[in-house]
């Protein structure tokens, strides 16, 4: 056979008897390092109070962030009884400074059309007068005969020219029931007659709602959206049950006075072609009816 050099030559000796690397004993007075220097131990324990130093100063400084978000975090972001957070006036309605009109445009459709427009008055009767004004868009090929009644009755209902709020509608082909375009150059549409009523309620309100009540209101105004959409008799039940949650201790939906939830209930409910209602949600259904179509 051919004699070959060592791959590897170990200088020490390789002790095959024991699973465990040979280290040098911790307790001798001078530990040689990997740059083959001596550093007493003096040195050693010295280093370590540095980095341990460094460690706990760390720490502090991660605390101090913690503490000062956890005050950040722990502000209430919803008005508690008491507060004013919601509280607006007509001073400052974003649409009724120094007097000058507002208009906005509302794509509307025509399969399910935007209830709540026939009775705006209702809601904000000594606070702001609304103007409309009607079109068709080439999207549609003719308006049926329902939507013009519709149209004659909201003209009927106009008490004052001079109005701070413009609705421009028209009728086009949507896939929800509605789009609202604020500013079409700045302004993503809001999708919905629920959140059409938003934008009103968000500028003209003066109510006061604490953190459990608005929730509740939110929810509320969810499900008047939710209701157009929904064929499940089952998940409608499930829908009424929520919305007539405290209507026994109330004349309305949302408390005791008419809001933008009993509005947009009343469209929805309007637009469905066999709402199955429950006793107490047909009760209301037929006093709100009544209320607000009074005077039309």
Known sequence: MYQLKPLIDFKDKLCTNSPMYSMKSIHNKNVTGDSNEIVSDDIMLNNVEKKQDELLKQIKEIKDLLAILKVELSKPKIASPGKELLKMNKKNVDFLKNGVNYEVVLNASVKNPPNSLLVLNKL?????????????????????????????????????????????????????????????????PLLGEVNFLRFLNSSLSQEEMDSSSLALFETKLDICHCLQYCDNIQQQQEYYSILVDKLEKNKWLAGNQLTIVDVACWSALNNMKNPNLNPSLSKWFNDCNAYLTSGN
């Open 124 to 188: 904000w009767p000594d606070l702001v007068t609304f103007e409309f004004s009607w079109h068709v868009h080439s999207s549609i090929k003719g308006l049926p005969k329902n939507l013009q009644k519709f149209e004659n009755l909201i003209v009927n209902n106009k008490k004052s020219t001079n109005s701070q709020l413009r609705i421009r509608v028209v009728w086009k082909e949507v896939w929800c029931d509605c789009e609202l375009v604020v500013s079409p150059l700045n302004c993503v």
